[in-house]
């Protein structure tokens, strides 16, 4: 490992942003239209490798058809507006039009509101009537309570999602959730995280999880760096957690669990390079915040923004940039990686001659700091 002395009595690895790497090309290139995106976790396939955040700026009933629709695979944040109020229209124009000094303490507000069990099981009928694949999630910390209203309702695949989830959490007030006997007596798959470690996520995958979030989500919304610290530079983190599934898939004897990048994956280019330091696909909040059919309005916020005593992220203006469709596939009209998502990965993937996205984990990268070109 290559570490740092900071100072006399602490020595620290170096590890690497999307920023600090960019991808080679090889000696080969393809058509763009030669090259498939597709990608399948347990019997569900997707044609992109893009799954919408649970946060209630990026994901609605209506959105997730949509992007369902689309070929992506859509998460509806089980704990958010949609769970608490029959119709929370209203709320989420009035979050839009919060002025920013006043905006936590009224989320706080809002949220306040208790999980209606019923309006989990409307909302995730709603998605599965549509004929898309229908998935929700919760924190680890509501999983104990909500979990058999969640799988009775129909879910297809289940996902834990946290600012950081363990395999062991140890706890001397309540009974912790067991993530290894959840999983192993649940009927469905399911995707947990985020890690941010080797160790960390090779204990997650050895709970049977189908898949492991990598980053701790809500990138542009996030502040848990200046708050608490905790900090988790991605291009490094997917690296760590693709050797963790690789060393699995030996131990378990061909067991593969997917990899999926979720948090700080901005633009085009972060998918890219999520792809090619080994994730199979990637979890998207601002990018998809920035659609004129998102529920967020050109805002854009994540469950930290409104926790009850340490908010760790904020209401973040994103704008409303362009559809979904353009969002996804173009066209585009502006050059800063925020549409057409899936024509850059398609052409990056041709540029260097492949075809196929775990072909693409192979892709040869650089150390190469960005410096505005």
């Known amino acids: 490992m290559n570490e740092i002395e900071i100072g006399r009595g602490k020595r620290a690895r170096r590890a690497y942003s999307f920023d600090d790497i960019a991808v080679v090309p090889s000696r080969r290139t393809r058509d763009p239209e030669e090259v498939s995106v597709g990608w399948q976790i347990d019997a569900y396939h997707f044609d992109l490798p893009v799954i919408g955040a649970p946060m209630d700026s990026v994901m609605s009933p209506e959105t997730a058809i949509a992007f369902g629709k689309h070929g992506g695979l859509p998460v509806l944040d089980l704990e958010g507006l949609w769970t608490r109020y029959e119709d929370p229209a ?19 507000e809002i949220y306040r509101a208790d999980i209606v069990p019923e309006l989990i099981v ?68 399911v995707i947990v995280g985020g890690a941010a470690s080797y160790s960390a996520a090779l204990h997650l995958m050895r709970t049977g999880a189908a898949g492991v979030l990598v980053g701790f989500g809500g990138g542009a919304a996030h502040t848990t760096r200046r708050t608490l610290g905790i900090h988790a530079p991605m291009a490094s983190a997917i690296a760590d957690v693709a050797a963790a599934r690789r060393d699995y898939l030996d131990e378990s004897g061909g067991r593969y669990v ?26 998207l909040g601002a990018a998809l915040a920035r659609t004129t059919e998102a529920p967020g309005r050109g805002y854009h916020w994540g469950p930290e923004a409104h926790h009850p005593e340490l908010p760790r992220g904020g209401r973040v203006e994103v704008g409303a940039v362009a ?9 585009s009209r502006v050059a800063d990686g925020t549409t057409n998502l899936v024509g850059a990965l398609r052409r990056a993937m041709a540029t260097t001659g492949y075809t196929e996205l775990k072909d693409f984990q192979r892709v040869e990268v650089v150390i190469a700091p960005y410096e505005g070109g």
């Open 323 to 331: 559809s979904l469709e353009e969002v996804l596939f173009g066209p």
């Open 122 to 189: 409307e909302r995730l009928r709603t998605i599965r009537d549509a004929g898309v694949t229908v998935a929700g999630a919760l924190t680890p910390q509501r999983t104990q309570q909500l979990w058999k209203t969640v799988v009775d309702a129909g879910v297809d695949l289940f996902v834990i999602r946290g600012t950081t989830v363990s395999a062991e959490h140890v706890s001397g007030r309540a009974e912790p959730l067991n993530l290894k006997r959840f999983i192993y007596e649940l009927d469905v798959p």
């Open 258 to 283: 997917h990899v999926i990048a979720d948090g700080g994956v901005g633009t085009s280019g972060d998918i890219v390079k999520a792809v090619a330091c080994g994730a199979d696909a990637v979890m």
């Open 90 to 108: 209203p709320l989420l124009a009035e979050i839009a039009t919060l002025e920013p000094a006043l905006a936590t303490a009224r989320m706080q």
